[in-house]
């Protein structure tokens, strides 16, 4: 079910979100200031939806703390999982830009926190601070190039080229990253949805891996112990 708002201090908020977004999807600390200097924030336990697709684009979000999940759902009920939003994510500025409804759900996959930027702060915003329209502008343009890079892997690469990809996408750290490990809040269904390839395929794959020690596989969730040769799955592209 929906949350409801609560009113923010300034001791609510961080001066800037976490760092789990990829770098190349994550607005310029200056640009996230001014962002929360006008957003208010909103607790989503496991299960609550944000909000639905058809909903009216009211605000821009930011995710503080937990995890989202975003997926659409096709008319005989089936759900597909587009991404998992982790803390540095900010999102919900298409709807905003072009004034139409949202095109996918969101629900909690754990305890969350989201920054909640009013479509009329932002828009005000835009407007008067050209620097944040640009990095909105950029934002825009790398989520349409992460597009169509997936829906070249789902066309011409193999599972395991696929399935590596979208599990280092996920994890989103720099390349640079220190080697430790990282929980991923994501299931073996969500991944075959995010695929397109049946569960039983990600659980073939996923323990070879498994056995090969690099990664363990836990109840909805993937433990990353071996980043750098998943990369390497990645890189063998077709």
């Given at each position: 079910m929906p949350s409801h708002p609560e009113p923010a201090t300034d001791a609510d908020l961080p001066a800037h979100l976490g760092?789990?977004?990829d770098e190349r999807l994550r607005l310029p600390e200056e640009?996230?200031?001014?962002?929360?200097?006008v957003a208010h924030r909103r607790q989503l336990q496991r299960g609550d939806s944000l909000f639905l697709k058809g909903s009216a684009p009211d605000a821009l979000f930011g995710m503080v703390q937990g995890a989202l999940r975003v997926s659409v759902a096709a008319p005989d009920g089936r759900e597909a999982v587009i991404a998992v939003l982790e803390p540095g994510h900010w999102f919900g500025e298409v709807s905003l830009f072009v004034g139409q409804h949202r095109v996918y759900d969101t629900c909690a996959v754990e305890p969350s926190e989201v920054a909640v930027v009013q479509a009329a702060d932002f828009h005000h915003l835009i407007a008067t601070q050209p620097a944040l329209h640009m990095a909105f502008t950029r934002l825009v343009c790398q989520r349409l190039r992460q597009a169509l890079a997936w829906i070249d892997d789902a066309i011409l690469q193999p599972l395991p080229v696929r399935l590596a990809h979208r599990l280092v996408t996920l994890d989103s750290r720099p390349a640079s990253a220190e080697?430790?490990?990282v929980v991923l809040a994501v299931s073996q269904e969500d991944l075959a949805f995010m695929l397109g390839v049946s569960r039983q395929s990600i659980n073939r794959q996923l323990k070879q891996w498994e056995e090969e020690g690099m990664l363990r596989?836990?109840?909805r969730v993937v433990e990353l112990l071996d980043r750098e040769r998943l990369a390497r799955y990645a890189q063998a592209r077709g």
């Open positions: 760092h789990r977004a640009v996230q200031d001014a962002l929360l200097q080697s430790t490990t596989v836990g109840y």
